[in-house]
């Protein structure tokens, strides 16, 4: 993006002393916010959150100190956008790995401050030739990512079909939290629930307890609506993650051997993440009818752990 179109960019949506948008890593056009609750950044591309931080709190969500940041590439970190399908398409091997929205620009539709001084950010995705090429549908239809940040992120990823036939999509907010040392913590909300162990062939088995990570892990948990929460004892905090619209969750690590391999983890990274994720995902896909809309909200906050 040249300076001419940053700066037409934010003469229409800059919000003075909240929202700027500008060059971020890589060159990738970022808006960041810095409001009275706390600071974030979001690449356009994607519409991928890559931080967020309430003020006077470690952060929240883990970028990987070894990502690339660079044109049609996913970020390792944040919260990338998975739409709209989840994991490897269910027909195709050559389309991209969870979908195409994470890795192609988004445009600028709204921004705004609300009383209580959060920050309201909302992108579209952008049709192009590769998205339509990626879109096997004759109907067509309108991606929006509505963005709240402040003490808590709100994140709501919103499906509209404006065509006459139904479509059929499966979505996820594959978002990465950041921990003090993933050994000590515990993720509750889960127990009781089946899941796919996809480690393990994508066998089903079922949650006893709390889940807690000392190797690989990668599940998809079904019939999961009951908020989670990432126990983190040495942070002293938690991270309840509440959402609608989804009725799986992915828990996810790629442990020591795995994120070597991946070359973007950083050195013992995947120590100090673990990606809690909202998906409609496996077997929980979504049918959205003709003038019909899909919206998969989530809600992030930070609570002390006494």
Request: charged share 20%; glycine share 10%.
């Amino acid at each position: 993006m040249s300076t001419s179109e940053f700066d037409a960019l934010n003469r229409q949506h800059a919000l003075p002393g909240k929202l700027a948008f500008g060059p971020g890593p890589g060159g990738l056009a970022v808006a960041v916010v810095n409001n009275s609750h706390a600071s974030a950044m979001i690449a356009l591309q994607g519409a991928h959150v890559m931080t967020w931080t309430p003020h006077g709190q470690q952060p929240v969500i883990w970028l990987s100190r070894a990502a690339a940041f660079a044109p049609g590439k996913s970020i390792r970190g944040g919260v990338p956008i998975c739409w709209p399908w989840f994991g490897p398409h269910p027909s195709d091997a050559k389309l991209p790995g969870h979908g195409f929205a994470r890795t192609v620009p988004w445009e600028v539709v709204e921004s705004r401050s609300l009383r209580d001084d959060r920050t309201v950010l909302v992108l579209r995705l952008a049709e192009t030739e590769a998205t339509r090429k990626q879109w096997p549908h004759a109907t067509p239809v309108e991606v929006e990512a509505h963005i709240t940040v402040g003490t808590t992120l709100e994140m709501e990823l919103v499906t509209h079909n404006n065509g006459s036939a139904p479509v059929t999509i499966g979505d996820a907010l594959h978002t990465y939290f950041e921990v003090s040392d993933i050994r000590e913590v515990k993720i509750h909300g889960l127990g009781g629930c089946p899941y796919l162990d996809k480690v393990d062939g994508g066998s089903r088995k079922q949650q006893q307890g709390p889940v807690t990570i000392g190797s690989e892990v990668d599940r998809v948990y079904l019939d999961s609506t009951a908020d989670c929460l990432i126990e983190d004892p040495r942070w002293r905090r938690r991270i309840r993650v509440s959402k609608r619209g989804s009725r799986s969750s992915v828990v996810w690590n790629p442990w020591t051997e795995k994120a070597a391999k991946m070359g973007d983890f950083g050195t013992r990274g995947y120590l100090n993440m673990v990606c809690v994720e909202s998906t409609n995902a496996a077997e929980d896909v979504v049918n959205i009818g003709p003038g019909g809309e899909h919206r998969l909200w989530v809600r992030y906050a930070v609570e002390p752990l006494s």
